[in-house]
């Protein structure tokens, strides 16, 4: 996403430094998440998506949740500092500082504005010149494993932080954790995804716009690609299930978790045979169209009612669907995807291990993402869901309240729909430096496999292998 202009000073206490430039089947009584607002922080600034995590477990209020120091918890006034912050979203810093102080009076946070695409070169010339290291450190989906594989964030399950991993839900661990297993970060917010969908082209080609219909419908791939040769015909070809390669393979790539990176080994076979040969029956069904993501094509292609689905995780309403189908009020819905959930986005947020200020900066991460209040202010402010299971239990009146997108909707309540139908079934693997390897080279590759259809799976299989192997010399591929 473009990033916002950098804005002025961040009062109280926020010095805003321009550079140029996140259940009634798994929790009774779970809580219903609403549409993300403003989820620029969600959705990370990038145009990748990444793995998902084991299942969650219930949220129990005793669980409390991550809390700074016993100094900073018994007198937030007692804490003092300054914190630094590279973030691009100026937008919730200029918000979440002043809440912050109102706790925090005497720690002082400078935010220095950071274009994602930018973020880690930028970074990893600050540590190698031993200076200009943000003390709080953000990681963006599509580089958040080569983050963690550097080794400069601190653990958080040690002291000062004391973090409890219990705290936050189950399926998210793996998003914060490094190759050691050791939490390294915490979730800006939780980005389960499905698919959102045109409720008029649903009750024209198949007389149900009805979310647990169509789950019935699409509970398999097979289903999928039936269901899609049916809309193929019916439509004359008009309608097609997805706009394009690309967001298929995002999705079969996502919800296959297995464990595919061990040192230097990198199994592509186990990871990618099972997404390529299902992207590959969609392809040659005619069930996708010939857009790449991102694209105007891609975009535009929301208010035609030219493809039935789009992956969606809570930060696409606003950013997404309602930004490029702006008349499209009530002819929206959400299912999930056929098999299983999976994440689109994320950013997760750690510590620096050299920071001099860590108890100050970890009072930030904590207020900001894991506390009561900073994550209420967080949720009703921006739309961004904690991870912190105890939340859901004590603020079930305001989660029970309509989202700002559930109208845009057709009235569905999303986030009821993220919490029951998504997130039970989604699973995870841990986040490797060669994530984003894989990621780059389907971007290279994808549009190729929609232009040549003399392509085979097998052959996108080797392919894809050989171009990995060029951008990773020091991998063994399989």
């Known amino acids: 996403m473009d990033i ?54 219930s949220p129990s209020a005793s669980s409390g949740g991550a809390s700074p120091t016993a100094s900073a918890s018994t007198d937030p006034t007692q804490l003092s500092g300054t914190v ?18 109102k706790k925090y009076p005497n720690i002082k946070v400078e935010v220095t504005v950071v274009n994602p695409n930018d973020y880690l070169q930028k970074l990893q010339s600050g540590i190698a010149s031993g200076s200009d290291v943000p003390d709080i450190i953000l990681g963006e989906e599509a580089y958040r494993g080569k983050l963690f594989d550097l080794d400069v964030l601190d653990n958080l399950e040690q002291a000062p932080y004391n973090f409890d991993r219990s705290s936050v839900l189950d399926y998210t661990i793996p998003f914060i954790s490094n190759s050691k297993g050791q939490v390294v970060a915490v979730d800006q917010a939780i980005t389960p ?14 007389g149900t716009d009805d979310p647990a219909e169509l789950e019935k419908l699409l509970s398999t791939w097979d289903d999928f690609i039936a269901k899609g040769t049916e809309l193929k015909e019916k439509s004359g070809g008009k309608v097609l299930m997805f706009p394009g ?35 590959f029956k969609m392809r040659d069904a005619g069930i996708l169209g010939k857009n790449e993501l991102w694209t105007p094509a891609w975009s535009a292609s929301m208010a ?24 499209g009020k009530g002819r929206w819905g959400l299912v999930k995807a056929p098999e299983a959930g999976f994440a689109r986005g994320g950013t997760a947020v750690g510590i620096y291990k050299d920071s001099k200020v860590k108890e100050a900066a970890w009072a930030f991460v904590n207020f900001a993402y894991q506390s009561e209040e900073g994550s209420l202010y967080n949720f009703k402010t921006f739309g961004n869901m904690t991870s912190n299971k105890a939340f859901y ?35 995870g693997a841990p986040q490797s430096k060669y994530d984003s390897v894989v990621d780059s080279v389907m971007n290279a590759l994808y549009p190729l496999w929609t232009k040549d259809t003399s392509i085979t799976a097998d052959a996108a299989l080797e392919k894809f292998k050989t171009e990995f192997k060029n951008k990773a010399p020091d991998a063994n591929v399989k």
């Open 4 to 57: 916002r202009k950098a804005l002025s000073t961040l009062e109280p206490g926020g010095t805003l430094k321009v550079n140029k430039q996140k259940v009634s089947k798994w929790l009774a009584g779970a809580l219903p998440l609403t549409l993300l607002a403003g989820a620029l922080a969600a959705c990370g600034g990038g145009n990748s998506d990444s793995g998902v995590s084991p299942s969650p477990a």
């Open 84 to 101: 630094k912050i590279w973030d691009w979203d100026e937008t919730f810093q200029k918000g979440m500082i002043p809440e912050f102080n």
């Open 193 to 206: 995804a499905g698919f959102a969908y045109r409720r008029d082209l649903a009750k024209q080609y198949w």
């Open 245 to 279: 390669l690309g967001d298929a393979f995002l999705v079969l790539r996502n919800q296959n978790v297995v464990p595919y990176v061990n040192g230097s080994d990198v199994d592509l076979t186990a990871k990618l045979k099972g997404p390529i040969d299902t992207l």
């Open 304 to 327: 035609k009612g030219e493809f039935m689905f789009y992956p969606m995780a809570p930060w696409g309403p606003k950013w997404h669907i309602s930004a490029n189908d702006p008349e």
């Open 393 to 427: 239990e004590k603020e079930k009146a305001t989660f029970d309240a309509p989202g700002a997108y559930d109208e845009f909707f057709g009235g569905q309540n999303l986030a009821r729909y993220f919490l029951d139908n998504i997130i039970p079934d989604m699973k």
